[in-house]
C-alpha cells in the first residue's frame, strides 16, 4: 500500500460549488476510484488550498490513473470541478494536483 497527498488550490469562487459536488458525486466517480484501487480518500479545505490524501493499494499506479482516465464518467466530473481549481505553479510536469513527499507516518 502506498499513502499519497496532493495539493492544489481552490478558487475561491468555485470552494462552495466544490463542496456542492463532492457531497453526492456523479455516479460512477466514486465506482471508478474504488476500481483504480484506492482507498481511504479524503479531500481537505483550509483557505485557498485543498489537500487530498488516499491509500493506493494496486500494483501498477500508472496503469490505474490511465484507466481512470480515460472513463467517461470520470472525463465529465473532471470536465465540472476541475475548472473550479487551479494547479500550483510550482507543480511538477504533467501533474495536475501537486504531489507531496510524506516525510512522517505513525500507524
Same mark, same amino acid.
Given at each position: 500500500?502506498? /499513502?499519497?497527498?496532493?495539493? @492544489? /488550490?481552490?478558487?475561491?469562487?468555485?470552494?462552495?460549488?466544490? %463542496? %456542492?459536488?463532492?457531497?453526492?458525486?456523479?455516479?460512477? +466517480?466514486?465506482?471508478? @476510484?474504488? $476500481?483504480? &484501487?484506492? /482507498? &481511504?480518500?479524503? @479531500?481537505?479545505?483550509?483557505? =485557498?488550498?485543498? #489537500? $487530498?490524501?488516499?491509500?493506493? +493499494?494496486? =500494483?501498477?499506479?500508472?496503469?490505474?490513473?490511465? /484507466?481512470?482516465?480515460?472513463?467517461? $464518467?470520470?472525463?465529465?466530473?473532471? =470536465? +465540472?470541478?476541475?475548472?473550479?481549481?487551479?494547479?500550483? $505553479? =510550482?507543480?511538477?510536469?504533467?501533474? #495536475?494536483?501537486?504531489?507531496?513527499?510524506?516525510?512522517?507516518?505513525?500507524?
Amino acid at each position: 500500500m502506498k /499513502r499519497i497527498g496532493e495539493m @492544489i /488550490r481552490i478558487r475561491p469562487e468555485g470552494l462552495e460549488a466544490y %463542496k %456542492k459536488w463532492h457531497a453526492n458525486p456523479m455516479p460512477g +466517480v466514486n465506482e471508478m @476510484i474504488k $476500481a483504480c &484501487n484506492i /482507498r &481511504n480518500y479524503s @479531500i481537505y479545505h483550509r483557505g =485557498d488550498y485543498l #489537500f $487530498a490524501y488516499y491509500e493506493y +493499494v494496486g =500494483d501498477d499506479f500508472e496503469a490505474d490513473m490511465a /484507466r481512470m482516465a480515460a472513463d467517461p $464518467a470520470t472525463q465529465k466530473w473532471w =470536465d +465540472v470541478v476541475k475548472p473550479l481549481m487551479e494547479p500550483l $505553479a =510550482d507543480r511538477a510536469e504533467g501533474e #495536475f494536483w501537486s504531489g507531496m513527499e510524506e516525510v512522517y507516518h505513525l500507524d
